[in-house]
């Protein structure tokens, strides 16, 4: 019998080939589930599976803009039966409510908001018809405490955070529960891409000056995130649903 947590299970992982969904790819794989990796630019998602294969786990990559209703509902259809559904797609915006622009605005909320809402559409009444899942989304400190200069990003979390306690709510007698997950700020290649392209020259200077802004005094590792999304998504979990996780280094509670 296998002691791995997520044996015989089917996940479905958006933007699941880089960053914090990669590292949540990479251990749903070492776990036992076969994981459906759906990414818009698959090359990262490609060289994934290949890598979680040649360890001996199950995944395929979808090429997905998870924007458009009728592409998620038809790779959905085609998995089949899904156990747990990862709503981690997403992008970032910069700028007080000023400084975004309605194409700003709207790009945030059809990648973030209607992307999380397409597979939500798409993956509960399979999991009505089956008689439960698990599924988590990717919400952020962002919905829970004052950032300055993400209005549209956190907006769009804010939203994310709103549709997990309604999904939850909504589905709680169908055997569906669904959590939430806020981290705070996460060591990912966007964020080197990020000092790099804003603070040429001064990259290890910002780097420090962000990573100190977490009271723990570092940023957070994908992996650590990866950690919680693997309990919440497991059978020990079964009595958690309705419920925000910060992964945060202190952030919410104690950055006074």
Do not use: W
């Amino acid at each position: 019998m296998s002691n791995k947590r997520l044996t015989g299970k089917t996940a479905v992982i958006t933007g699941g080939g880089s960053g914090i969904g990669r590292a949540i790819s990479l251990l749903f794989a070492k776990e036992g589930a076969f994981v459906h990796i759906l990414e818009l630019n698959t090359e990262g998602a490609d060289s994934l599976v290949d890598e979680i294969r040649a360890s001996g786990g199950q995944a395929r990559a979808h090429s997905c803009d998870v924007s458009k209703q009728q592409s998620v509902l038809d790779i959905v259809d085609g998995i089949g039966t899904i156990h747990i559904l990862v709503n981690n797609a997403g992008i970032a915006h910069v700028g007080d409510v000023e400084h975004t622009s309605e194409a700003d605005f709207d790009r945030i909320y059809t990648v973030n908001v209607k992307g999380a809402y397409n597979l939500l559409y798409a993956v509960v009444p399979r999991m009505k018809q089956q008689g439960g899942g698990a599924i988590l989304n990717m919400a952020s400190i962002a919905a829970l405490v004052g950032i300055t200069d993400r209005f549209a990003y956190s907006t769009s979390k804010g939203a994310i955070y709103a549709m997990t306690l309604s999904i939850a709510r909504d589905y709680l007698h169908h055997g569906i529960r669904c959590n939430s997950i806020s981290p705070a700020r996460v060591h990912t290649p966007f964020v080197d891409g990020f000092i790099a392209k804003n603070y040429p020259g001064q990259e290890a200077e910002m780097f420090e000056k962000l990573a100190k802004t977490q009271p723990i005094g570092r940023m957070a590792k994908p992996e650590e995130i990866a950690s919680m999304a693997l309990f919440l998504c497991s059978d020990e979990a079964g009595f958690i649903t309705g419920n925000d996780y910060p992964v945060d280094g202190g952030f919410v509670k104690l950055n006074n």
